[in-house]
Nanobody
């Protein structure tokens, strides 16, 4: 089994940037893809943001491409989400995902002045 822990969410002003981290542990060898999703309101479906395969191929939601960048550090078993030009509508709980099946606990990002 794989465990995921997100970190570095927080409060940021509109126009600001933030980089989230997701550390994976456990059966790392079984991971073939990792991604980021977000839920903007309780009860709302999680929205896909980006994914990265074990081969380094990235995929983005069209609406977020250009402002959000996914990357990884394989030596640290960590995936990052760099977010820029953040707006209040980016406020959400951000979740890390492995193999489209395993979820982290989420980290809150609030964009507000």
């Amino acid at each position: 089994q794989v465990q995921l822990v997100e970190s570095w969410g927080g409060l940021v002003q509109p126009g600001g940037s933030l980089r989230l981290s997701c550390a994976a542990s456990g059966k790392i060898s079984s991971v073939y893809a990792m991604g980021w999703y977000r839920r903007q309101a309780p009860g709302k479906q999680r929205e896909f943001i980006a994914s990265i395969s074990s081969g380094g191929v990235t995929n983005y939601a069209d609406s977020l491409k250009g402002r959000f960048t996914i990357s990884r550090d394989t030596a640290k078993n960590t995936v990052y989400l760099q977010m820029s030009s953040l707006q209040p509508e980016d406020t959400a709980v951000y979740y890390c995902n492995a193999n489209y099946a395993v979820w982290g606990q989420g980290t809150q990002v609030t964009v507000s002045s």
